[in-house]
Structures are given as C-alpha cells and as structure tokens.
C-alpha cells in the first residue's frame, strides 16, 4: 500500500454525526432505486413495451455508464469536494427523472433512460468512497452505515407494492420524482471532507502503489469475478416481477417477495463482523459465488414442483449470500489493498466490471424471457460459476503483490 502523507487539521476533524449522516444519505439514495428495481419494468409492461425492448431499455443505459461513472468518480476523486459532485448529481437526476411523465415512446423512454444512467448510477460509489473515508480516517465501521441502504430499499419494496396493489404501475414515475427528491434533500447534508489524502510526492514507491494496485492481476480478477456473480442476477433484476404477475401474484405480493430478499441482506449485514469478519475478500466472494450458482438452479424448477410462493420465500433468502456478501467483499478488497487517493477509481473500476457485465446480460435476458420464460435462470447459474471460477483463478494466483488484512470489514484502516 502506498506511504500516505499524515492527515492534515482539516481532515483530522469528524464532521459532526458523520456516521449518521452517512447513514441518512445510504437510506435516502437507496429508495428510489428500491422503486426503480422491481416496478419499472412493470410500468415498462404497462405501457405495451415487449421482452426485448424492456431489454433494451434496461441495458443500454448499462453499456453507457460503465464508460462514464468511472470518469465521473475519478472527477469526484478531484474536486474540492466530493459531496459537492454529489448534490450536483442528485439534482439532474431528479431533474431528468420528470421525463417519464411525457407521453411514452420507445425512444423517448430509452432516451431518459440513458440520461439517467449517466448522473444516477454514480450516486451509490460516490456514497461509498465517502463512508471508506470515515473507515480509514476514523475508525468507523462500513457495514453499519451501508445497512441502512438496504433498509430503506426494503422499505420501498414493501410500500411501492402496496402503492401499486391500489393505483397500478401507472404511478411508478410519480414514485420515482418523489424519492429522488428526498434523496436529494439528504445529499446536501453529506459530511465535507475536502479532497481524499494523496500519497506524498516524496515517495516514488507510493506513487508506483497507488497505481499498480488498480492494475495488480489479483485484483483485477475479484473485481471481474463480483462483477460476473452480481451479473447472474441480470435476468432476475429484468424479469422477474413480470413472471410473478404472469403467475397470478398481486404488485403486494411481488413486493413482499423483493423485500424478503432485502430482509435477508439485512441479517447478513448486521452480523457480518460476527460471523464473516475474519474472512479475505476472496473468500467472500466465492461464498457468494456458490449461493448464486445455487439460487438460479433452483428458481426455476420452485413454481412446477409445487413449492409455490414459500418456495420463492425460501430461495429469496439466498440473497443474503449472492449479493449482500458481494457488496461487502468487494468493499473490503478496495479498503484492503487500494490507497485512499485512489479509492474513487477503484470504485469506478468495480462499477464498470459489474455494468458491463450486468449489461450485457441484460440485454440477453430479453430474448431468453421470450423464448424460455423462466428456464433464463440456468444460463445465469452458469454465468454466476463463470465468477466463481474468475475468484477461484485469484485465489490460486501468485501475483498477490497486497497482502490480505485480518481486520474485520468496516474496520480496516489505513497506515497512518
């Protein structure tokens, strides 16, 4: 890891509540995308979109923002302030956001959609380069800020369900104004920090650190494998509420079924430290790997077996494993082996490894909804091992080149 310079005053001062705060702002990003997630397909349905296009639709802005959210978190990295870049992006997002209350067309819609994908998906890395400050900085603890995220997109699971169980999809867009308008009212309240640390120009060994950590095989081959395993649930993310309506389960149900996935995530963050703490990043992301593979062999056989809505309870709990044990692992593997002036583009780089894959099977979930219906989740079992196998090959690697901390996640901290 790269020779950090000491912290200067400025950032040895803890903003006020800065835990809390951080907390707030996980919660209030997380809702509008705890809405987006499972019902903007249905609204896409509503309005006589067909399989490949809601495709399309959903993955185009994929393939845009993995060019542009990492050149937007290394800007961030930067500039004065990256709560700054933050409240900027909250309000064009919101701002654009007002588009789908136009008359849909396809491209209207695809059109927002990519505007969109450009200044929303940079919220979420920008949320976590600066909570990993507060890690280093600070001592405070990742998992217990990051959960709140997942709270609240549980929560909005839940009451966008039953909102929907009494309007309709017709009142997704009005849905998704209103929360990124909360979400942007909680990002003026981020905690400035000013700039990340850079390391000293002094030592020629740090500067080479905090590049070749980002280019270090290892490294390069979790990120590839996370991506792929968060890849796996392109077909779910796409499709899966449209099954369910196709089932015969009401919008209160669907979001019953969202929100226990959420639920389960919860649990695992609020015990990681307990249960996982010890565990490389690695090691992590191969536990969710193998539940992955799991979870999308037995999806689609729960329905024709007769193990009906429990059994989708049932697998939903699996969540806990192929994503929530992801977002952890990955996060740890950056605070582990990445320098703070660098924690941005690392970011950017485990955002670009999980859209571009995400993308890409999205847009393939089109025509595999269209012609296998549910059969779709076998070829995302074999696109989970496809990551497994990636975190496996790191594993074995020995071009480590950063050696593993045993500090718990949420609590690994830079050298000062």
């Known amino acids: 890891m790269s020779s950090l310079p000491p912290l200067s005053p400025e950032q040895l001062v803890k903003p006020r509540h800065f835990e809390l705060r951080i907390a707030a702002i996980f919660a209030f990003l997380f809702i509008p995308q705890g809405l987006h997630l499972p019902y903007f397909p249905l609204w896409l349905e509503l309005k006589d979109f067909g399989p490949e296009q809601i495709a399309v639709i959903l993955s185009a802005p994929m393939f845009l923002r993995v060019f542009t959210t990492p050149l937007i978190t290394a800007f961030a990295d930067r500039a004065k302030d990256r709560a700054n870049v933050l409240i900027v992006l909250a309000a064009a997002t919101l701002t654009l956001s007002c588009g789908y209350f136009l008359e849909p067309s396809y491209v209207l819609v695809l059109g927002i959609s990519l505007a969109l994908s450009v200044v929303w998906t940079p919220h979420s890395p920008l949320a976590d380069s600066l909570a990993l400050s507060g890690v280093r900085r600070f001592g405070s603890n990742y998992t217990s800020m990051r959960v709140w995220g997942s709270i609240s997109f549980l929560c909005a699971n839940l009451a966008g369900g039953v909102v929907l169980g009494w309007s309709g999809a017709a009142i997704v867009p009005l849905l998704m104004a209103v929360s990124l308008a909360i979400g942007l009212a909680a990002s003026l309240f981020a905690p400035r920090l000013g700039r990340p640390r850079l390391a000293s120009p002094l030592s020629a060994s740090g500067m080479r650190g905090a590049g070749s950590a980002l280019l270090d095989r290892r490294f390069l081959l979790l990120a590839g494998g996370a991506g792929l395993i968060v890849a796996s649930h392109a077909f779910f993310y796409g499709f899966v509420s449209i099954y369910w309506k196709s089932l015969g389960l009401s919008d209160t149900l669907i979001g019953l079924l969202w929100a226990s996935g959420v639920i389960a995530e919860v649990f695992i963050f609020a015990t990681f430290t307990r249960v996982f703490g010890r565990r490389s990043a690695a090691a ?126 949420g609590e690994t901290r830079d050298p000062r």
């Open 284 to 409: 992590l992301l191969m536990i969710a790997g193998l539940f992955a593979i799991l979870r999308w062999l037995v999806f689609p056989v729960v329905w024709p077996v007769g193990a009906g809505v429990l059994g989708f309870f049932v697998v939903q709990a699996m969540h806990a494993f192929s994503t929530g044990i992801v977002i952890i692992g990955v996060q740890k593997l950056i605070a582990e082996a990445v320098p703070e002036e660098r924690t941005g583009a690392a970011q950017g780089i485990a955002y670009f490894a999980n859209g571009i894959f995400m993308a890409l099977f999205t847009l393939l979930s089109g025509p595999l909804y269209d012609r296998f219906g549910a059969g779709g989740f076998f070829v995302m079992a074999v696109v989970a091992a496809g990551g497994a196998g990636l975190v496996l090959l790191a594993r074995l690697s020995a071009a480590s080149g950063h050696p593993q901390s045993s500090a718990s996640g």
